[in-house]
C-alpha cells in the first residue's frame, strides 16, 4: 500500500528552525513536494524536488530559509526550515507524484498525500 507519513512538526519561536521527513512506502515516486495549509487558507505550494533531486522549486516566501532534499536509498523527502516565522504556521503536507519526474507547484498534479503535520511559530 502506497504511503507518505510526515514527521518533525511542532512548535517553534520565531527564527527557530524544524525538519520535516516525509517517509514513503508501497511503491518508488517520482517528484515530490511539499504543501502547507494555514486555518482559513488554502493550501499553498512550498517547495518541490524532481526524482532525481536535481530540479527545484521553492515558493518565494520561503526562498532563501527553506531547504528541500531527498534521500532515494531511504526513500524519504526532507524539509529544513529556518528562520521561521509566525506566518508559516500551517499544516505541512508531503506529497508525490506516480508518474512524472519533474516537480510542480500545482497541488492538483500530485497523485499521493501525507496526512498532514502541525508546525507552529510563535511569536
Known amino acids: 500500500q502506497e504511503q507518505l507519513v510526515e514527521s518533525g512538526g511542532g512548535l517553534v519561536q520565531a527564527g527557530g528552525s524544524l525538519r520535516l521527513s516525509c517517509a514513503a512506502s508501497?511503491?518508488?515516486?517520482?517528484?515530490m513536494g511539499w504543501f502547507r495549509q494555514a486555518s482559513g487558507k488554502e493550501r499553498e505550494f512550498v517547495a518541490a524536488?524532481?526524482?532525481?533531486?536535481?530540479?527545484?522549486y521553492y515558493a518565494d516566501s520561503v526562498k532563501g530559509r527553506f531547504t528541500i532534499s531527498r534521500d532515494n536509498a531511504k526513500n524519504t523527502v526532507y524539509l529544513q526550515m529556518d528562520s521561521l516565522e509566525p506566518v508559516d504556521t500551517a499544516v505541512y503536507y508531503c506529497?508525490?507524484?506516480?508518474?512524472?519526474?519533474?516537480?510542480?507547484?500545482?497541488?492538483?498534479?500530485?497523485?499521493?498525500w501525507g496526512q498532514g503535520t502541525q508546525v507552529t511559530v510563535s511569536s
Open positions: 508501497g511503491r518508488t515516486f517520482n517528484a
Open positions: 524536488v524532481s526524482g532525481g533531486g536535481r530540479s527545484i
Open positions: 506529497a508525490a507524484r506516480s508518474r512524472y519526474y519533474i516537480p510542480s507547484t500545482s497541488p492538483s498534479d500530485y497523485d499521493y
